[in-house]
């Protein structure tokens, strides 16, 4: 008569409908083309092998079970051929899921659902590119062998920075003389320069002689104790 009762005890909450799914509360995280396992089991465990659960996700049927079989005629095109689901595990309360060669398109909200039971589980996926994990543990990295990044990349900058400054000053000048020498030639500037320089070397040479006889008759009046200011009248006369 114990017995009787502890069974039916043991039997209340599955008759009662208080069964339920339990699956990952943490969102499950892959790189793409990694497998992805999406945990589902029932607590109790009860054997449930003769009735039908569904994997969907977002309105599609991800995998099918029916009655101990695989019902593929449901399933959604893009994951017929990459599921895998133990037959066996429906006995003992197991409807774990495993996706292959999980694609960027495949993250999203998951669920586990027993229509005869209505119980369901919902699981996230989050698939990332290939990669990109270990990239970005990568950059994250510090090489302690050789300096910062930041002082290397400061020095380059500032040698770059000052070529850059020095080249477009030299031309900026260059470019300015040439401007100026351009206008004086269109204005003839340079030419008058050159007319005039060449008239008063034409003077000073039609001077000089003159000059020197100057001088020549002011030493010589100077030797004799000839009176000066009657000697440069003279010589003024003269010339």
């Not at 977002?58 to 449901?74: I, K, L, Q, T």
């Not at 000052?162 to 401007?179: H, N």
């Not at 320069?193 to 040479?205: D, F, K």
Request: negative net charge; contains cysteine.
């Amino acid at each position: 008569m114990n017995f009787i009762l502890v069974a039916c005890l043991c039997l209340l909450p599955c008759v009662a409908g208080e069964s339920r799914l339990n699956c990952p509360t943490q969102p499950i995280e892959a790189e793409e083309g990694d497998d992805v396992t999406l945990q589902c089991h029932l607590d109790p465990l009860i054997n449930i092998s003769a009735y039908t659960a569904d994997w969907r996700t977002n309105g599609e049927v991800v995998y099918s079970y029916r009655h101990r079989r695989h019902n593929h005629d449901a399933q959604t095109e893009k994951y017929r051929g990459r599921t895998t689901f133990n037959l066996d595990g429906p006995s003992r309360g197991d409807l774990t899921l495993q996706i292959s060669s999980a694609q960027l398109n495949d993250s999203g909200p998951y669920r586990c659902f027993v229509p005869k039971l209505r119980i369901s589980c919902d699981v996230n996926v989050s698939v990332v590119p290939k990669d990109q994990q270990n990239r970005t543990k990568r950059d994250g990295d510090i090489t302690t062998s050789r300096p910062p990044v930041e002082d290397v990349t400061k020095s380059d900058h500032h040698d770059a920075a000052k070529t850059r400054t020095y080249y477009p000053t030299a031309a900026t000048i260059v470019g300015f003389v040439i401007v100026i020498i351009g206008l004086l030639v269109k204005r003839g500037t340079i030419k008058d320069c050159w007319r005039r320089l060449r008239r008063r070397r034409e003077q000073e040479a039609e001077m000089a002689p003159n000059d020197v006889l100057k001088e020549n008759l002011m030493n010589r009046a100077a030797e004799e104790g000839e009176d000066l200011d009657i000697t440069v009248e003279n010589i003024q006369q003269e010339v």
